[in-house]
Every structure is written in structure tokens, then in C-alpha cells.
Nanobody, 126 residues
Framework: QVQLVESGGGLVQAGDSLRLSCTASERILNIYTMAWFRQAPGKEREFVAGITWNADRTNVADAVKGRFTISRDNTKDMVFLQMNSLKPEDTAVYYC???????????????????WGMGTQVTVSS
């Protein structure tokens, strides 16, 4: 069973930046689509950003477009989410997800992803 581990969350003020990282217990990240989701208390898990295996395409949710950037380093089997200009409404647990299919797509529905991390808390104070 692949294990994904997120890091980089924390408590910040509105307008600050954070960089989340995700790594895997096995060297498999570099051939699959990866994504970040988030879930706030009382809300459903929502897509934040995704990236194809070779980073030729990304997809970023409208709510964070222009502020968040997803990237990956396949030499290190890591995926990143750079979050700038954070807002209180960005407060959530952020999850890394892996789609274990050899397709060059970036689904936005959580059910399309096969492996998940435990999440990292991001709290943005006003």
C-alpha cells in the first residue's frame, strides 16, 4: 500500500505564503497524475490543483487560481503546492492524492484518486 505524506502546513496570517510538500513511500510518484485537495470543517473535500505525470499540464481550481501553484520534482518523487496571498477561507486540511492510472488526465473528483495522505492542517487567521 502506497503511503503519501504531506508536510508544510501551519498557522499563518492572511496574505502570507506556505509551501506544502508531498512524498510517497515508494518511488511511483513520477509516472502518475498527482493532485491536492482540501477539506474544511463541515464541508466536502474539494479539488485544489492537479498536475500530470510529466508536468506538461496543470489544473487549478478557480477559488485559488492566481494564488496557488502546483509543481513536481520527479527526480525527488515530490509534489508541491505553493500557496500565496492566503485567505481565511483557505483554512482546511490539505491532502495529497495520487491517481494510479497511466492516463494524461487531471480529474477533479476525489473518487478518481486511489491513494491519499493523512493531510496537513493549514490555518489562516484574519
Amino acid at each position: 500500500q502506497v503511503q503519501l505524506v504531506e508536510s508544510g502546513g501551519g498557522l499563518v496570517q492572511a496574505g502570507d505564503s506556505l509551501r506544502l510538500s508531498c512524498t510517497a513511500s515508494e518511488r511511483i510518484l513520477n509516472i502518475y497524475t498527482m493532485a491536492w485537495f482540501r477539506q474544511a470543517p463541515g464541508k466536502e473535500r474539494e479539488f485544489v490543483a492537479g498536475i500530470t505525470w510529466n508536468a506538461d499540464r496543470t489544473n487549478v481550481a478557480d477559488a485559488v487560481k492566481g494564488r496557488f501553484t502546483i509543481s513536481r520534482d520527479n527526480t525527488k518523487d515530490m509534489v508541491f503546492l505553493q500557496m500565496n496571498s492566503l485567505k481565511p477561507e483557505d483554512t482546511a486540511v490539505y491532502y495529497c492524492a495520487l491517481r494510479r492510472k497511466l492516463e494524461d488526465t487531471i480529474p477533479t473528483m476525489a473518487k478518481e484518486y486511489d491513494h491519499w495522505g493523512m493531510g496537513t492542517q493549514v490555518t489562516v487567521s484574519s
